[in-house]
């Protein structure tokens, strides 16, 4: 199955285009450079149906590996847009950043969610940091990467981690 054509109706658009109605004024301080710098891009998820349903912000852009912190709005979670944004954005990182050759995303142990989301998409997981996201007024909570390579998405194919410690 290759990841790297299969359609969406997600596309993602300059957050200066526009601003939808609950974001208004966050787009005010987007365009004013809150989101966006020579290592940061912020876009609007678009869905052809639904319009705005969230934000992708990329992140160490100057880096062969960066990364993404992707917000659907709260009333489109749980409708599974998160599979066709994440392969809209990491669509648009490699046709757009001929520099990257891996591109990752972290989430918390609890967002069942957007592991599902990585996984579907033939995302690996990386890493498990263990008591590395803080939670206000609780115990920190595990950290997990996943990460896919450019070569996997324009092949269609998963390598996976090589987990053994040969020879200790």
């Not at 062969?64 to 659907?72: A, E, G, K, V």
């Not at 194919?157 to 200790?168: I, Y």
């Amino acid at each position: 199955m290759r990841t790297s054509t299969q359609p969406t109706a997600t596309t993602i658009s300059s957050c200066s285009a526009y601003a939808p109605g609950p974001v208004r004024n966050r787009a005010m301080s987007i365009d004013e450079g809150a989101f966006e710098n020579d290592e940061t891009r912020s876009f609007w998820l678009d869905h052809a149906d639904l319009g705005c349903i969230g934000l992708v912000r990329l992140e160490d852009l100057e880096d062969p590996t960066p990364l993404f912190d992707l917000r659907l709005a709260e009333e489109y979670r749980g409708k599974g847009l998160g599979v066709e944004a994440l392969r809209a954005v990491t669509r648009h990182v490699f046709e757009h950043f001929g520099e990257v050759t891996r591109f990752e995303g972290r989430t918390r142990e609890d967002n069942l969610a957007m592991r599902r989301t990585f996984v579907r998409c033939g995302w690996v997981k990386e890493a498990h940091y263990r008591e590395s996201w803080p939670v206000e007024g609780g115990a920190p909570l595990a950290s997990v990467a996943y990460a896919t390579l450019r070569r996997d998405w324009e092949s269609g194919t998963t390598t996976p981690v090589p987990w053994e410690e040969p020879g200790l």
